[in-house]
C-alpha cells in the first residue's frame, strides 16, 4: 500500500528550502493574482491563475450549465486544499508520518440571504465545518499537535476567521461603437 510518508520527505526539503530562502535579508513576498472572466452565452466563470484555469458554474436550476462548482463550493474546496497542505506540511516538519490524509469540508449556504423577509441570513456560505480524517501509526498526542499546529498555522482557515477589509475598484467604459472604430 502506497503511503504518504514519502512524499513527506520531500515535503521537508522543500519547506526547509523555504524556510531558509524568507529568511533571507531583502526577501519579498509575493504577490499572488488571479484573473476572472465571465464567458458569453454559457456565463461561465473563466478563473486564471499563474497557467492553470479553473471553470466555476452555477447548476442548471440557476441558468447554468453545470459545468463546474458554483463560487462558494469552491471556497469550500480551497479551504480542505488548503488544511490538506498546510497538514502535510506540518507533518514533514513535526515527523509525523501520515499514510493517507484527507479533509471534509461542508457548509450551508442559503441563496435566501439577503432578501427582503430574509435580511437575517447571511449571503455567505455558513456553519463551515471540517473534518481531517488521518491514518497515522503516530500517537494520540502527535496527532493532537499537528491539528494544533494547522490550525495555528492555515492561512485560508485563519482568513475565513479573521477576515481583512478587502478594497475594491470599478474600471467602467463604454463599449466602442462601430463609427468609432472605423
Known sequence: MSTLNEYLVQKRIAHLAIKERI???GFEPPTLSAR???EGRSGIRRIRIRDHQVISDAPPDFAGYDLGPTSPELQLGVLGSCVTH???IQAAELGVPLDSLEVEVEGV?????G?????HIPVYP???RYTIH???PASAEAIAE???????TCPILNLLRHPQEVVSTISHRQPETAEAAA
Open 115 to 119: 432578501k427582503p423577509g430574509f435580511e
Open 134 to 136: 488521518i491514518v497515522s
Open 36 to 38: 476572472v472572466s465571465a
Open 146 to 152: 499537528l491539528h494544533e499546529t494547522v490550525e495555528r
Open 86 to 88: 498546510i497538514t502535510l
Open 109 to 113: 449556504f442559503d441563496p435566501r440571504g
Open 126 to 128: 455558513q456553519n463551515l
Open 23 to 25: 529568511a533571507q535579508p
